[in-house]
């Protein structure tokens, strides 16, 4: 089968979710995603990305499954003359598909949009207790250059 990189649909929902989940999709409080009272703000999501300038979500599409997924945001600053960046958030790969070169072509996919977009930089964070991601992302010419924080916000 071929692996087709592609931008997301909102039909793609329900992979989407087992990607996000780690195929741990079932309803109930030991799920990290609670459905079906959550579908409604995910559905929001994909509508608001896909109709949102500079900003991508795209996945690896395996004969119709959905094996890998990342969200690529590009966004103008003011450092390097006002030039545009982009950031690479929320990439996952189905568990028995890494170490296939799944991740590594998805990746490569999102960095040659970031470039035809005429962005200087990618750049990405990873949990600091994923050292198999660390040595991941350093294999694909990403190097550590800062230390990442954040703040949870009450809603």
């Known amino acids: 089968m071929q692996l087709y990189l592609r931008d997301a649909l ?7 979710l087992a990607l996000l989940s780690g195929g741990r ?7 990290p995603i609670n459905l079906p009272a959550d579908m409604a703000s995910f559905v929001d999501a994909i509508r608001e990305i896909d109709r949102t300038d500079g900003t ?5 599409d395996l004969g119709g499954r959905l094996v890998g997924m990342l969200q690529l945001i590009t966004f103008r600053h003011l450092q390097h003359r006002g030039g545009r960046c982009a950031e690479i958030e929320s990439m996952h790969v189905a568990s028995d598909m ?25 750049q990405l ?8 991601a660390h040595h991941f992302y350093e294999a694909h010419d990403f190097v550590p250059s800062h230390k990442g924080y954040k703040r949870y916000l009450k809603r």
């Open 10 to 16: 909102p039909a793609d929902i329900d992979g989407l």
């Open 98 to 122: 890494r170490g296939q070169g799944v991740g590594g072509r998805l990746l490569d996919h999102a960095v040659r949009r970031a470039c035809e977009l005429g962005c200087y930089r990618v």
């Open 25 to 31: 999709l079932v309803e109930g409080d030991d799920s």
């Open 56 to 60: 991508y979500l795209m996945v690896a």
């Open 125 to 132: 964070t990873s949990n600091v207790d994923r050292p198999d």
